[in-house]
């Protein structure tokens, strides 16, 4: 085991037959902590079994803080209990690393370390395995803000804008500089705003094709055939799209966010309410979600949504 790296999972009511293959990988690899964002009784229970199987460190908060707050709460319980740990490695319940994704993560970071000097955050390729396909990167060509998918990468590491939460792995000390996430955001672009803090600091963010990580992206996949072409979109909750939709407009008003990305913000939200409000199954709670979250967004309110009946 690693211990010079933890890995920080946050988990709220997850699907516990995935979430027992992640720490049947991750428990050797690595210390393990988990923070419960508020899991029913019964499922805070099975995570509890499972956390003392495989020896992990539960902090459980016992109602749903947001995951920004829950990351924040694994990072100082590492400050104040883990003086060993060097490396900070997030992930969601329901990612899976394979046997040797830590000792990967490490020397790919070491590489890209001795190549450039300036890394200080590291994305793994994300594989969706109900879409079969790799999420791709987040990366700006030219004045487009697109996406590289790993088998199309010509070198083995890219440099990011952002980075999905789900695998990033950065030195505490890089954490510690830039800040903690934003708890206000709640869910959704927590990653995103935290990843453009540590670039406007003058932190690179490189995202690889040699590590990959299977992630589920979104409750579900939205099937979509666009011209002749079956398009995966991750399908997200109408309570879901209000947070994304909220916490976009909310990063329109911030100065250290690129332009292009908030161009790019302003055309995914309409497309956002075109696909889900008028194309989904549910698009009628869609819309009322997509329209409240607007409305939040241009009276700046943040924080925790109630959730719907």
Known sequence: MNTRVCSITITFNPDLAIFERQLESLHAQC????????????????????????????????????????????????????????????????????????????EEYLRLERLSGAIGVLGPAIYEPRARTYYGFHVLRGLRYARAGPEAMADDAIVCVTLNSAGTFCPLRVMQSVGPYDERLFIDHVETEWCFRASHLGYWLYGSRNVDLVHRMGDDVFHLKFARKRVNLPYRS???????????????????????????CVVKIVLT????????????SQRRAIIGGILDGLRGRLGKISAPH
Not at 50 to 64: I, M, P
Not at 246 to 264: A, D, G, Q, V
């Open 273 to 284: 309410f075109l696909l889900f409000g008028i194309v989904a199954g549910d698009s009628a």
């Open 238 to 264: 109408p309570y879901r799209h209000r947070y994304l939709v909220r916490n976009s407009i909310e990063m329109l008003r911030r100065n250290y966010i690129p332009t292009i990305w908030k161009c790019y």
């Open 31 to 106: 210390d393990v902590i988990l923070v419960d964002n508020g899991s029913e009784p019964n499922v805070l229970r099975r995570i509890e079994q499972l956390s003392q199987r495989y020896g992990c460190h539960l902090l459980a908060l016992g109602e749903n803080e947001g995951i920004a707050a829950a990351q924040n709460y694994g990072v100082k319980l590492i400050e104040n209990e883990k003086p060993e740990c060097e490396y900070l490695l997030f992930l969601d319940h329901d990612s899976i690393p394979k046997p040797d994704f830590v000792a990967a993560m490490v």
